[in-house]
């Protein structure tokens, strides 16, 4: 081991093995810690734009929440509307209707886990305050770690 830490604060349970397998594919001397988002806060947003991401994380969420004997409120926020307009072939308006959405969300939650990976770059679009607040770790947040533990700056 190299003496670095890496600590994923993960959205579910459901990602712990897959992204600490990931962080030890492209840092294999790096001790990864895990940690699980119910130990945000006690209001925990859950964002998407499908129900069938939405209610399975929700209840991830809510079993982790038992497990670890703390007592979290779920808000979950489906904007359906976004992925029709995904769909549609819209990705601006995608974009424009859940960067509203989790605009909200984040105001009245102490964490805004975001359901779906792909949610991931409509964050970007929120003031600097309310992105520390949104949960989501996709394959290029692993690879930025890697090269900060190597000393890198992009």
Same mark, same amino acid.
Request: glycine letters at 6%.
């Given at each position: 081991?190299? #003496?670095?830490?890496?600590?994923?604060?993960? /959205?579910?349970?459901? *990602?712990?093995?897959? +992204?600490? @397998?990931? %962080?030890? &594919? $492209?840092?294999?001397?790096?001790?990864?810690?895990?940690?699980?988002?119910?130990?945000?806060?006690?209001?925990? #947003?859950?964002?998407?734009?499908?129900?069938? /991401?939405?209610?399975? *994380?929700?209840?991830? +969420?809510? @079993?982790? %929440?038992? &497990? $670890?004997?703390?007592?979290?409120?779920?808000?979950?926020?489906?904007?359906?509307?976004?992925?029709?307009?995904?769909?549609?072939?819209?990705?601006?308006?995608?974009?424009?209707?859940?960067?509203?959405?989790?605009?909200?969300?984040? %105001?009245?939650?102490?964490?805004?886990?975001?359901?779906?990976?792909?949610?991931?770059?409509?964050?970007?679009?929120?003031?600097?305050?309310?992105?520390?607040?949104?949960?989501?770790?996709?394959?290029?947040?692993?690879?930025?770690?890697?090269?900060?533990?190597?000393?890198?700056?992009?």
């Amino acid at each position: 081991m190299s #003496g670095n830490k890496l600590a994923i604060i993960h /959205t579910t349970p459901v *990602t712990v093995d897959m +992204l600490k @397998a990931l %962080a030890q &594919e $492209l840092m294999p001397d790096t001790q990864v810690i895990n940690f699980v988002a119910v130990g945000r806060g006690a209001r925990i #947003g859950v964002a998407a734009t499908l129900r069938t /991401t939405l209610e399975p *994380t929700a209840r991830l +969420l809510a @079993a982790k %929440a038992r &497990e $670890l004997g703390r007592t979290v409120e779920l808000a979950p926020a489906l904007e359906g509307e976004a992925y029709r307009a995904l769909m549609s072939g819209d990705a601006a308006g995608h974009d424009r209707l859940l960067s509203a959405a989790l605009a909200r969300l984040v %105001a009245e939650t102490d964490a805004v886990v975001l359901a779906q990976a792909s949610m991931a770059r409509v964050v970007a679009s929120l003031p600097p305050a309310l992105q520390a607040k949104c949960l989501t770790s996709p394959r290029l947040g692993m690879e930025r770690v890697k090269q900060v533990l190597e000393g890198r700056r992009a």
